[in-house]
DNA sequence: TGCCACACGTTATAGCATAACGCAATTGAT
DNA sequence: ATCAATTGCGTTATGCTATAACGTGTGGCA
């Protein structure tokens, strides 16, 4: 269920944008991957935002709301819910010492979730879980 | 666990702006609280920042990370999760149509973000689950 | 009295996101 | 081939969200 759109070749705009948040080891705003392009010819935020919307449709990149900032998916490979790369709500740990981001899934919290939601008669869309807090290495 | 402090007397400034949010049918902005006490001599964001700070600190307010925008907490009598009005993780249903925001607890959604941070030696300090859809009423 | 902690007020600035316009390339009928 | 629709792109301007830095005033307390 949800599977992202599946991905058309990227434009040049999105191939760039796709590159930064992959090489990235924390999450990265829109307007510092607007400042690592300029090289490239960015030169304005909506370049970014064009580009970013694309990529989280594809499902390629996640959005952190509570940092307004983006990386990229770390485990398209997964088949653990369904067919292919697509998967469900996924979760976020990300250490506020050194800013290094874990994303997982879990079924049961996915499930509990939904639950409630049938139970409520409420239509979820979409899921944002986003733990903060310090990973093991910052946490020692 | 994680108990929100004790609230001392609000101030003048608290007071006003946790009265906008009790108010209010949905989450409210910093800048829209600022419109709406602007006749009351609120002239500047800060004033609204700062009182959120301190109401966030209470437990008597929580921020929507998916919407930069703030509501009056909905369970503070919920004896749930130990003694007293405290409570651990909470979530919110959003719903994207009318705005309204439901509030709730699951003791098994938190197990499970606890067990798996506890497995990757992960410290947690705050979660934010929130759920964007559309409620029973939207939906229909 | 002197000191400290805290709330408050003000101005300025930083950071995040979108509106609105126009142009160019692509696609897919007719 | 031609027209229309779609999509991506570039630019300018604007709006929304949040904090830095400075100064004032007040109450508690050694
Ligand atoms: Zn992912
Ligand atoms: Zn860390
Ligand atoms: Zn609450
Ligand atoms: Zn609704």
Redesign the pocket.
């Known amino acids: 269920m949800n599977a992202p759109i599946s991905p058309?070749a990227l434009?040049?705009?999105?191939t760039l944008v796709f590159g930064v948040l992959s090489e990235a080891e924390a999450p990265v705003?829109?307007?510092?991957i607007l400042d690592r392009l300029r090289d490239h010819?960015?030169?304005?935020?909506?370049?970014?935002?064009?580009?970013l919307?694309?990529l989280l449709e594809f499902g390629m990149v996640h959005?952190l709301e509570s940092?307004?900032?983006f990386v990229a998916c770390a485990h398209r490979e997964s088949q653990c819910c369904g067919a292919g790369h697509g998967h469900g709500t996924v979760a976020f740990a990300i250490c506020e010492s050194c800013g290094q981001v874990a994303e997982f899934h879990d079924h049961e919290v996915d499930h509990r979730l939904e639950g409630w939601a049938r139970q409520k008669g409420f239509r979820p869309v979409k899921t944002a879980i986003e733990i903060r807090g310090l990973c093991s290495s910052c946490a020692a």
């Open positions: 058309p434009t040049k705009n999105q705003s829109a307007y510092t010819g960015f030169r304005a935020p909506l370049q970014v935002y064009r580009a919307d694309k959005r940092l307004n900032a």
